[in-house]
């Protein structure tokens, strides 16, 4: 992750972009690209976008991280340690031994 994190902030600083970017504006770019993203599916059954989709399905997702990461770089956030700490939290939230029951 790491690796990822120092190439998009490279490219963006390469450019000079930073300067361009405020939280405001990244986060409806990240919800933008989400709902590309999202165009993919519509009308369509998950076997059907993907069959038809899948590249720009992909593209969607990296262009969501990427805004996802500069996002956290403006406000300082350190992403793994955020990702870690969720996980945990949803560990107690939702326990492996519920996990296994059936809705009746």
Excluded: C, G
Aim: hydrophobic share 40%; charged share 40%.
């Amino acid at each position: 992750m790491i690796e990822i994190i120092q190439k998009v902030l490279e490219f963006r600083d390469e450019r000079d972009w930073k300067k361009y970017h405020n939280e405001k504006d990244l986060a409806i770019s990240i919800s933008l690209e989400a709902n590309e993203l999202l165009e993919n599916f519509q009308w369509r059954t998950s076997e059907e976008a993907i069959a038809e989709s899948k590249q720009n399905i992909k593209e969607e997702m990296a262009d969501i991280l990427i805004y996802l990461v500069q996002l956290a770089d403006k406000m300082d956030i350190n992403l793994e340690e955020e990702v870690s700490n969720k996980l945990l939290k949803n560990a107690i939230k939702y326990p492996v031994n519920k996990s296994e029951e059936k809705v009746k």
